[in-house]
């Protein structure tokens, strides 16, 4: 088929054919045409209609590009990527402006984490012709290749919902970027509207879900990943997210009965294991939880996330030394980010060695100097460094950002054990005199 129609193209390029009909109905194909171009049946009816048209009739090149674009994005939409990546550059040799093949080709970029060259494929589409799922597609991309701030890519994909205000994809692309920068209400305002708007989508459950658990809402998270799993059973990452819930929720069996399905379903994904690491702690098993980190590492080679998860099961477990060796591996063998910079801080104070906790939160405080734990594991090393002035107004520093003041007992403590008891006792005062100002308000 691909090469009759390459053989078709280079008669159409000459000039255009008159209709040669095969059937005895002369308007066969452009009835196949005008069903291919509406893109209202199967994706598979649709693949069917498209080449039966162009086998059926002679087209202009304008005409054949039209059969072309729903051609290719039905084979993208049966995850017939190299088809429908062919075709998309099929269209583009034939006209290099064609709007709806620099939209296919940036998806395929984008779906392949190409997201530079996604982003280039969009820019040039909408310098073209703007449309909703260009501005989405272009501020997803800018952001995911780290070309654009958060706040950049969220303008673009503003501009998107006011072109279509119920694009689903859009709200949810715009809920996850949220979410990464932590402002988990916001997150949950669009991951809502999603489920609004597409309510039978997992994906957009599933989100929601997300975001509830991390504001420790488990029972409406429970709710909503349950309807992304009735959705779609097959939806590994919504049984990961179920498998944490349980987890946090104290329901240890069927936390565990999730990890395992998860561990089945994707045997080489690190999540699933340090799911049920995680609850196997919680049932007293610590031990067993270490040897199956252990294994796993051993069969799958470094995962950062995965040796993140031993060091600090092994620190919450105790073993400060056996954390460190794994912490320290992220240090010399990936490419560490915040929270593997505080892991290893956490790991240095257990260790009282402020040659480990000093040079981690230093990184920390170059990443995000603002953050409350950077500031609060920055006030905890200043203790254990002796500077004792400073540490205090550190973690006032810290509990302005947003520190729970339920932190002050463990820095009170720090400060005893370092024999500071009066400047602790001051500091217990403030904070209960403080307290007591609010209340009074």
Known sequence: MRKVVHTFMAALLVAPLPAVAKYADPGHGIKAASACIAFDQSYAETISLCQQAMDDEAWTRKQYLELLAPLARAHYYLDHDQQAQALYRE??????????????????????????????FFETALNRSPSAEIYAGLGASLYLGGQAQVDQAIKLIDQALALEPDYSWALRRKGWMLEDHNRLSEAEEAFRRAVDLTPANAAANFALSHVLRRQRNWREALVFVNRALELNPGYVRAL???????????????????????IAARPNWAEGYVRKARVLIKMDRAEEAHVLLGEI?????????????????????????????????????????????????????????????RPAVDEALSLQPGNKWVLYYDAMTLVQEHRFRDAVSRFDAAVAAGLSKRKLDEFVAALEQQKDHARAQQMRERYVMDSQARAAK
């Open 91 to 120: 269209m583009l040799e034939l006209d290099p402006g064609f709007v709806p093949a620099l939209v296919g080709l940036g998806w395929g970029a984008y779906d392949a984490k190409n997201y530079e060259a996604a982003g280039r």
């Open 240 to 262: 990961s997210g179920r498998a944490l819930i349980f987890y946090y929720m104290d329901h240890p069996g069927p936390a565990l009965k999730d990890a395992d399905a998860v």
């Open 297 to 357: 590492d051993d069969r799958l080679g470094y995962n950062g996330f995965l040796t993140y998860w031993r060091a600090r099961l092994l620190l919450d477990d105790g073993q400060a030394d056996r954390a460190l060796e794994q912490s320290s591996r992220i240090l010399s063998e990936g490419s560490p980010d915040l929270y593997d910079y505080l892991l290893q801080a956490r790991i240095g104070l257990a260790l009282y060695n402020r040659d480990v906790a």
